[in-house]
């Protein structure tokens, strides 16, 4: 396994920042300093990382692959290659497939098919209920060997019942609900009642509302345990008649989100990437293509509002690597190396025509964005380089 030594680079992870030296050896950052020779180690790739920042790579909890059976909108290649130019080195695809991932069969497929292309880290989320009609409940048990991912996103889970019995079940065999909510206040408010009463390990996908998050922050200033996300494109943009699930919101609710990650209460970014063909997105189907310009999205919010890099880490490395307990997410001796190597100040504008993702759907192209991906390494090895692309 090659080794690199990344130069003369400003380090930022969710509570540090450092400027010096990193060394990788077996996929994992073995030292940092000031200043490390590298005339001592053999077979070594040097970086130069001057004005650039060096961070942990991205980890999106809320993705959509469409592999297997809807590969005319991405596939597991397209999808991960997209990521990588994002700075996305894990994602969790979500299980709306066709078939759904609700049994050993697509799960298998999926694992199989990752493992083999081994480009991204691919945490695949399964189905709650069969075929994802909200009305029985899968045989989480068995699953539960293969992910400690559960959601029926897509589609609201209605059925109170399956509902409480999942949260239930995640108490006891350890994993974690992702709920999607719509309506999405309503649901949200039932589902932290339904955690009041029985407990469990809830998480709470993509919220877009003002009331939505007065009801979370009620919630966790009561001191219950659960984590929450928003989507890059709803701190973004607002009032938008495009099409996503939830619903782009008015500028009240936008501004609410951004004073919701600065006070602490909102957990993380979930990219929500959904990639859909131009007829599809013609005939109405929700979602937006995002995961390539994510970071640069949220790091134009994130600097016009005053928010730091070290809040844009905890929130897109830091706090979905701890939910999904990997050995990542921080720059630290020890830990895995998948980094991204970033500029920040770089200014670009979104053009969906160089999108590596088979969707093109995204309606912010041609708007402004902040920062660029440089690099993208993951378990040590550089996977996405912006001069020479894909590795």
């Known amino acids: 396994?090659?080794?690199?030594?990344?130069?003369?680079?400003?380090?930022?992870?969710?509570?540090?920042?450092?400027?010096?030296?990193?060394?990788?050896?077996?996929?994992?950052?073995?030292?940092?300093?000031?200043?490390?020779?590298?005339?001592?180690?053999?077979?070594?790739?040097?970086?130069?990382?001057?004005?650039?920042i060096l961070m942990p790579a991205f980890i999106d909890l809320h993705t959509h692959l469409r592999d297997p059976g809807l590969t005319h909108k991405e596939d597991l290649e397209t999808g991960q290659k997209a990521a990588l130019k994002g700075g996305f080195t894990v994602l969790c695809p979500m299980a709306n497939t066709k078939p759904v991932c609700d049994n050993e069969q697509v799960m298998e497929y999926v694992l199989r098919k990752a493992k083999k292309l081994d480009l991204c880290d691919i945490?695949?989320?399964?189905?709650?209920?069969?075929?994802?009609?909200?009305?029985?409940?899968?045989?989480?048990?068995?699953?539960?060997?293969?992910?400690?991912?559960?959601?029926?996103?897509?589609?609201?889970?209605?059925?109170?019942k399956i509902m409480r019995d999942a949260l239930s079940l995640s108490k006891k065999l350890d994993f974690k609900v992702l709920t999607h909510c719509q309506p999405e206040f309503e649901i949200v408010k039932r589902d932290l009642n339904m955690l009041k009463e029985v407990e469990g390990n809830l998480h709470i996908c993509h919220i877009s509302l003002k009331d939505t998050l007065d009801e979370i922050k009620k919630y966790k200033n009561d001191?219950?345990?659960?984590?929450?996300?928003?989507?890059?494109?709803?701190?973004?943009?607002?009032?938008?008649?495009?099409?996503?699930?939830?619903?782009?919101?008015?500028?009240?609710?936008?501004?609410?989100?951004?004073?919701?990650?600065?006070?602490?209460?909102?957990?993380?970014?979930?990219?929500?990437?959904?990639?859909?063909?131009?007829?599809?997105?013609?005939k109405g189907a929700p979602g937006i293509s995002n995961i390539e310009v994510a970071?640069?999205?949220?790091?134009?919010?994130?600097?016009?509002?005053?928010?730091?890099?070290?809040?844009?880490?905890?929130?897109?490395?830091?706090?979905?690597?701890?939910?999904?307990?990997?050995?990542?997410?921080?720059?630290?001796?020890?830990?895995?190396?998948?980094?991204?190597?970033?500029?920040?100040?770089?200014?670009?504008v979104i053009d969906v025509s160089k999108f590596v993702s088979k969707g093109k759907n995204n309606p912010f192209d041609?708007?402004?964005v902040r920062g660029k991906i440089i690099m993208t390494i993951r378990d040590g090895r550089v996977m996405y380089d912006v001069k020479g692309d894909m590795q």
């Open 1 to 52: 396994m090659s080794k690199l030594l990344i130069k003369n680079v400003k380090m930022i992870d969710s509570s540090m920042n450092f400027k010096g030296d990193l060394l990788v050896e077996n996929g994992k950052i073995s030292k940092m300093d000031s200043n490390i020779n590298p005339t001592d180690i053999e077979g070594l790739k040097i970086i130069d990382g001057k004005n650039k």
């Open 295 to 348: 970071f640069q999205m949220v790091n134009k919010v994130f600097n016009e509002n005053n928010i730091s890099l070290n809040k844009l880490s905890e929130m897109m490395s830091a706090n979905p690597a701890k939910l999904l307990g990997l050995n990542q997410g921080l720059i630290k001796e020890g830990l895995r190396a998948d980094l991204v190597i970033v500029d920040p100040e770089q200014e670009e």
């Open 223 to 282: 001191g219950y345990k659960f984590t929450c996300e928003v989507g890059p494109h709803h701190i973004f943009g607002y009032g938008l008649e495009y099409r996503v699930n939830p619903a782009f919101a008015e500028e009240e609710d936008m501004k609410h989100l951004i004073q919701g990650i600065k006070d602490g209460y909102i957990d993380m970014i979930g990219t929500d990437h959904a990639p859909h063909t131009k007829e599809d997105k013609e």
């Open 366 to 368: 041609g708007q402004k």
């Open 123 to 160: 945490k695949q989320v399964c189905a709650i209920t069969e075929n994802l009609e909200g009305e029985e409940i899968i045989d989480i048990e068995k699953m539960r060997t293969y992910t400690d991912l559960f959601s029926d996103d897509g589609y609201t889970l209605h059925n109170e």
